[in-house]
């Protein structure tokens, strides 16, 4: 098994338990943390969906109703039992209703894919306008605008449920993962900062772009991702002077 195949295999089973797998990470220091960032990435995921029900809350609830037949001086206790059950379940649930959604936000999502897709930050070597172009017309998109010079990595990816064109582009010494979602249009610029990712979603004409390194803080994020933003939504829309947000 060489490297590629281990990774898109870890990409779609991280948690899986094949002897090929593990013996390639035993034989490869990139691949096995690799996998251990895919190990950690998928048990926070576990853990964010993972919301325990609140102690006794079983209980309480049958106790309110049970109450329904005793004698008329018990009633106000009987409202106050079940009016603090319901409010227990509605806060349990809108946690996990909130937790559920964060999960498939295009930055939860962004953060999650990148574990296998690591390898990508290492490479420097830029490649050239024809390979870039071809990365997105597999997608069936057309760019609109001259390409940055920068670009180290180009690969057609699922992103969740999205299908995205994932990039690389080096401003400064700096490689910040660049995944264009074409088709969903965030509703404006977003940054988020997960773990040791700082990250930035910008909205586009026909699409989003979600940019994330997680080698350099939040300071120096920001002056790259300004960069690496206006760069690629002139490549896509085409747009020449105008600057990013003003869409």
Known sequence: MDCLEFRRRLAAEP??????LHAHRGECAACAAAWERAQQAEHELLDALAVPVPAGLTERILLAQA???RRQHM???RFALALAAS?????AGGELLWRQHDAHTLPALAVAHMPDEIHSLELTRPIDAQAIAAGFAVRGLHLRGPLPDNVTYVHDCSVGPYRTVHLVSRVDGTSVAVLYVPGKRAAAMQDFHRGDWHGRVVPLQSGTLVMLTDHVGQRSFDRVADTVAQDWQVAIDGLGEARVGQL
């Open 15 to 20: 948690l899986s338990h094949d002897p090929a």
């Open 67 to 69: 109450t329904g037949e």
């Open 75 to 77: 009633s106000r206790r």
């Open 87 to 91: 409010l227990l379940v509605a806060v």
